[in-house]
């Protein structure tokens, strides 16, 4: 699976090839101020694609968020797409100065999985969850708790990355996508799960305890 240990996702590798490329040709036809402006951007574009290693908990029924950035959404929702009964849901919106790879919440084999053609509203609204492009899979632990984790594209967002298909197994905190310049993820847990944040908190993928599993 591709992004296991690169410190810059492969994913931004033609965005920083251009913009590095077209910051060499204007520095050297002496257009200082065109130049400067695309080597930040070219540096923004490192930045945004970086790829960290994370510590994850050791715990297996602790449950990791699976982005970076701001929780937007705590509550109980009836989904209806998979599961078809009362979960947890946890959103987090991923500005797009935060990390952008996208993390497994909890070990477990990819059970089902779907992508859905939408709009690009403002990922922060509620709505977003259900309007905007977005692309979603069913993990299966151990112990046969079903998770569904949904990648939302964003107001700017125009691709989804997902690596797994069906059938795969994954380990928590294992990096399985990401989303290109800001966005969303929604995580829906049983409803059991102990919840570990608030609305308005701040995670970091593959470290934040999002919820323990009983």
């Known amino acids: 699976m591709r992004n296991q240990n690169q410190p810059v996702a492969i994913e931004g590798y033609p965005f920083i090839g251009i913009f590095a490329f077209l910051t060499l040709v204007f520095a050297l036809l002496d257009w200082s101020f065109l130049a400067v402006l695309l080597l930040l951007l070219t540096l923004f574009t490192v930045y945004f694609f970086r790829n960290p290693d994370r510590t ?3 715990d ?20 209806e797409r998979f599961l078809h009964q009362p979960m947890c849901k946890v959103s987090i919106f991923m500005s797009v100065f935060n990390v952008h790879v996208n993390r497994v919440p909890v070990s477990g084999a990819v059970k089902d999985q779907f992508y859905n053609k939408g709009k690009f509203l403002n990922a922060a ?13 069913v993990l299966e632990t151990a112990s046969g708790q079903r998770f569904l984790v949904v990648q939302i594209a964003g107001l700017i967002a125009r691709r989804i990355v997902t690596y797994p298909v069906v059938g795969d197994l994954l380990q928590r905190g294992q990096r399985y996508g990401l989303i290109r310049f800001g966005s969303r993820v929604d995580l829906y847990m049983p409803a059991d799960v102990r919840l570990q944040v608030s609305l308005g908190d701040r995670c970091v993928g593959g470290e934040t305890i999002v919820g323990q599993m009983s």
Do not use: R, Y
């Open 56 to 58: 994850i908990p050791v």
């Open 60 to 79: 297996e029924n602790l449950v990791v968020a699976p982005a970076d950035g701001k929780v937007v959404f705590v509550g109980t929702v009836q989904e």
């Open 125 to 137: 609204l509620d709505k977003a969850s259900l309007e905007n492009e977005q692309a979603g899979m």
